[in-house]
Nanobody, 127 residues
Framework: QVQLVEAGGRLVQAGDSLRLSCAAS????????MAWFRQAPGKEREFVAT????????YYADSVKGRFTVSGDNARSTMYLQMNSLKPDDTALYYC????????????????????WGQGTQVTVSS
């Protein structure tokens, strides 16, 4: 089992920056994929960004490309999401996801490909 704990979500204003973190523990390995998804009220969960360890590849949703940066600290099994130029449309519950092994696009974008999930951290962007 893998446990995931997200942190860093809060209320910010449009244009602000915010950094989320996701700490993995338990039966983590050295070769895995981690991702951020988000879900706004009344909408489906959507892919935001992913990073694969053992290769360090990153992929982003078009809606956040150029504004968000995903990174990781492999030694601490922690993933980060640096979010800049936040918009009200970025308001959502942000989830961390984990899958053993390396995922490649387009499978990185599919929530069903990730076996482990955190509880989410709320990001609210006011206009």
């Amino acid at each position: 089992q893998v446990q995931l704990v997200e942190a860093g979500g809060r209320l910010v204003q449009a244009g602000d920056s915010l950094r989320l973190s996701c700490a993995a523990s338990g039966r983590t390995g050295s070769y895995y994929s981690m991702a951020w998804f988000r879900q706004a009220p009344g909408k489906e969960r959507e892919f935001v960004a992913t990073i694969t360890y053992g290769g360090g590849s990153t992929y982003y949703a078009d809606s956040v490309k150029g504004r968000f940066t995903v990174s990781g600290d492999n030694a601490r099994s922690t993933m980060y999401l640096q979010m800049n130029s936040l918009k009200p449309d970025d308001t959502a519950l942000y989830y961390c996801a984990y899958q053993i092994g390396r995922l490649s696009p387009p499978y990185t974008n599919y929530a069903m490909r990730y076996a482990y999930w955190g509880q989410g951290t709320q990001v609210t962007v006011s206009s």
